[in-house]
């Protein structure tokens, strides 16, 4: 079945304890993107990947880190994250390059920061 | 900087009723516009995707327009039913530089189809 995954579904944690999200897709996309969405703000952009080794920041990427080393993975870092970024995350992929086709996205990570 | 705007808010409808979605963008300049829905506690589900050069796209029940000139779009609903009860989700493409696209999102309308 196609489709994008991330772990973990849910999160809780403290101020300044690294994490990672994982997200991954099984179609063969070039681009992969992340989002997060906050009530009255809906969803805004925080990093983007058109292939391998390309990543590029979005409308929000203060505070965020990611890498693609993998074309299938497309990992979201928060090394020292803050109450500001309790948010639903989601992972979307685009079998286009620059993300101009029909975006797929995961089922989202709901993430609490104490 | 492009806006997407989807008016109303909030939506509530009885069984079997048609009805339309708005969505209004600032930019005409757009790729194309895609249509989502999302449930509580889900992601995404893509439910059309209308190029720049299309007026229209449908699938079953659904119909999305497109009108670019006036930066508008709109999503039909025929006929629905307690089970179309989700937020639904306007975002347009446009084209952001170096090879890239940005997917600008709506706040989304959420619809309630009363039995």
């Not at chain 2, 005409?28 to 516009?33: D, G, H, K, Q, T």
């Not at chain 2, 493409?93 to 890239?100: D, E, L, P, T, V």
Request: proline residues 5%.
């Amino acid at each position: 079945e196609a489709q994008v995954t991330q772990n973990p579904r849910y999160l809780i944690t403290v101020t300044g304890k690294k994490l990672t999200v994982t997200c991954s897709q099984n179609m063969n996309h070039e681009y992969m993107s992340w989002y997060r969405q906050d009530p009255g703000l809906g969803l805004r952009q925080i990093y983007y990947s058109m292939n391998v080794e390309v990543t590029d920041k979005g409308d929000v990427p203060e505070g965020y880190k990611v890498s693609r080393k993998e074309k299938r993975n497309f990992p979201l870092i928060l090394e020292s994250p803050s109450p500001n970024q309790t948010s639903l995350y989601f992972c979307a992929s685009s079998s286009s390059a620059g993300g101009s086709d029909t975006q797929y996205f995961g089922p989202g990570t709901r993430l609490t920061v104490l | 900087k492009q806006e997407v705007t989807q008016i109303p808010a909030a939506l509530s409808v009885p069984e079997g009723e048609n009805l339309v979605l708005n969505c209004s963008f600032t930019d005409s300049a757009i790729y194309n516009l895609q249509w989502f829905r999302q449930d509580p506690g889900k992601g995404l589900t893509s439910l059309l995707l209308i190029q720049s050069s299309q007026r229209e796209q449908t699938s079953g029940r659904l119909n999305a327009s497109l009108d670019k000139s006036s930066g508008r779009s709109t999503l039909y609903i025929a006929a629905s039913q307690p089970g179309d009860s989700a937020t639904y989700l306007c975002a347009s493409h446009a084209y952001s530089g170096a090879g890239s696209y940005q997917l600008t999102f709506g706040k989304g309308t959420k619809l309630s189809v009363i039995p």
